[in-house]
């Protein structure tokens, strides 16, 4: 049974650019969410994707946006980077039943430089 | 305010000692809590997790208590060991697959 998978595991980046996130959801969950965990700190919940829409959102800039496929996997983007986005980026996978708790994957670390 | 805190930032203990980390969460709404452990470089690892009709579970050598009336969650780890030694963060939310608010983590090291 494989668990929530997530590309690239690293990432190096320069300001002002986009990049884009991946991740695939354990065996037979539905939904997607996306969390950034800055060093140091406690994972931010970014958005959650179900049904190939966002369901729920955090205190995240229109910056960062997100996108679910049928397969559910899901993809997250940040545009016009900043210093300051540089975080290790978790996705986390769950029913939508909620009966269910959310797994992580092991993260894509973004470095912005 | 929307924010889970935890008492103490580290804990150090003796391998075999048993463990406890809190945890204080003030969002009375929240009727579902987790306990995850985050090794480095690595994502969060689910523990336990307890809903709130209940104030005590347990699971291998882990136990969760929840107190609702003081809105506190604490962890306790049987005989802890060397593979204890993480962060451990308490997480809480409203059903079991709704956002989660995390605490920023005690680190636990255990000495051998």
């Known amino acids: 049974d494989a668990g929530v998978t997530q590309s690239p595991t690293h990432l190096i980046k320069t300001r002002g650019q986009q990049v884009t996130l991946r991740c695939s959801p354990k065996?037979?969950?539905?939904?997607v969410s996306w969390y950034q965990q800055a060093l140091g700190q406690g994972p931010q919940f970014i958005f959650q994707?179900?049904?190939?829409?966002?369901?729920q959102r955090g205190n995240f800039p229109d910056r960062f946006s997100g996108h679910q496929f049928p397969n559910y996997s899901s993809e997250l983007n940040v545009n016009a980077l900043l210093l300051g986005d540089s975080a290790l980026y978790l996705c986390?996978?769950?029913?939508?039943?909620?009966?269910?708790?959310?797994?992580f994957g092991p993260g894509t670390r973004l470095l912005v430089l | 305010g929307e924010s889970v805190g935890l008492h103490l930032p580290t804990l150090s203990v003796q391998e075999g000692d048993n463990s406890i980390i809190n945890c204080a969460y003030s969002?009375?709404?929240?009727?579902?809590f987790i306990w995850y452990k985050q090794e480095s470089g690595k994502g969060p690892q689910f523990i336990i997790d307890?809903?709130?009709?209940?104030d005590k579970r347990q699971g291998q050598r882990v136990t969760v208590l929840l107190n609702k009336t003081v809105k506190h969650l604490s962890l306790q780890i049987a005989a802890t060991q060397p593979g204890d030694s993480a962060v451990y963060f308490c997480?809480?939310?409203?059903?079991?697959?709704?956002?989660?608010?995390f605490g920023k983590g005690t680190k636990l090291t255990v000495n051998p």
């Open positions: 986390a996978s769950s029913f939508a039943s909620g009966e269910e708790t959310q797994y």
């Open positions: 065996s037979g969950h539905d939904t």
């Open positions: 994707y179900y049904e190939e829409e966002e369901r």
């Open positions: 969002n009375s709404a929240s009727d579902y």
């Open positions: 307890i809903r709130s009709n209940m």
């Open positions: 997480a809480e939310g409203q059903g079991g697959s709704e956002k989660l608010v």
